[in-house]
């Protein structure tokens, strides 16, 4: 898209109202043939402009659409130009990985309406589909050491789920570490990557991947999760405005990763974390991340420490601090 054409469809989205031929040739500079000319390539593009004689000219906003310029509209300037959207990917966090070894500065974002080869924890795929859900992944630059960033899944679960609950009116729970549900089951999936200098073993660039189940519908839901899945809107009934809930995560990530930055992350989101996490409290089993194939262990969730691992209280009687690094925690309700 031009830089004419993408000027003046920011405009129009952003707008409450009309806005005339005359003002944004003005703003321009350019003749009112080619403002109108660039509208008609706008609805060339299958947008839908009303035009008046004494008004201008008005879009039809309509919420379903989804794609940069209606993330971008929603972001302030120049924000929106280091947001990257692609119809289909493999995984957004592989092509942002990709970006980053080629220099990506923090704070790009990768999204795509569909992953083709989506990944979850522990090398888990992650059922992508188009048409319906979010699929984010988020940049952030940094020299720190890994200790000093093994907060950053956590507090993204909490700063996405506190987002989910503004925009769309429902709140969901955390179950530690990183897993958002509603009631006994999933609506979002967080995967963090990192990669490392080779000589100061320092941190070099974190891919933060963030997959959102939106507007499947409960039959849009594949057969095997069922039972472990659902979405916002199958709970809620109401259609998730992708664009808008993408742009307001967006800038809830841009508050973190500047937090993160000044060491603050604890602070700010360790308290509202303990309140989201629906794990406490709970019976869990504890599996090892590289099961040997011997018997998961048994117990209780006390708490979530201050560095985000759960106390657990085993049947046994023994008390342990677990890492998502070493266990995954399974038998939250229905899902595991």
Not at 28 to 41: D, E, F, H, Y
Not at 235 to 252: H, K, Y
Not at 266 to 288: A, D, H, Q, W
Request: hydrophobic residues 35%; proline residues 3%.
């Amino acid at each position: 898209m031009s830089g004419t054409k993408e000027y003046i469809l920011k405009r129009l989205l952003r707008s409450e109202g009309y806005i005339s031929g005359e003002s944004l040739s003005n703003e321009l500079g350019i003749s009112r043939s080619a403002v109108n000319a660039a509208v008609a390539g706008i609805r060339n593009d299958g947008y839908e402009i009303t035009s008046s004689t004494k008004k201008g000219y008005l879009i039809n906003k309509d919420g379903r659409r989804y794609g940069k310029p209606e993330i971008s509209a929603l972001l302030p300037d120049p924000r929106g130009d280091s947001v990257f959207f692609y119809d289909s990917v493999g995984s957004t966090n592989n092509v942002l990985k990709e970006m980053a070894m080629n220099g990506a500065p923090s704070g790009t974002v990768v999204i795509s309406d569909e992953q083709t080869s989506g990944k979850g924890r522990l090398g888990r795929s992650f059922d992508s589909p188009g048409k319906k859900n979010i699929y984010l992944s988020y940049l952030i630059r940094t020299r720190k050491a890994p200790s000093d960033c093994s907060a950053i899944t956590a507090c993204t679960a909490a700063s996405v789920c506190d987002v989910i609950g503004r925009v769309c009116g429902i709140c969901p729970g955390i179950k530690w570490v990183n897993d958002l549900v509603i009631g006994s089951k999933k609506i979002c999936g967080i995967l963090t990557e990192m990669t490392f200098q080779s000589e100061s073993l320092q941190v070099d660039s974190i891919v933060i991947g963030i997959g959102i189940n939106a507007n499947w519908n409960k039959r849009d839901i594949p057969g095997p999760l069922k039972e472990i899945a659902t979405s916002i809107k199958a709970e809620s009934g109401r259609e998730v405005q992708r664009a808008v809930l993408v742009a307001e995560i967006i800038s809830a990530l841009d508050e973190m990763a500047a937090l993160f930055e000044e060491g603050k992350l604890t602070e700010c989101y360790l308290p509202s974390y303990r309140k989201m996490c629906v794990t406490t409290g709970k019976k869990v089993s504890i599996v090892r991340v590289h099961d040997s194939g011997e018997d998961p262990g048994h117990g209780t969730a006390l708490e979530v420490n201050d560095d985000f691992s759960l106390k657990v209280k085993l049947d046994d009687g023994s008390v342990k601090d677990l890492t998502s690094g070493e266990v995954s925690v399974r038998g939250l309700y229905g899902y595991i």
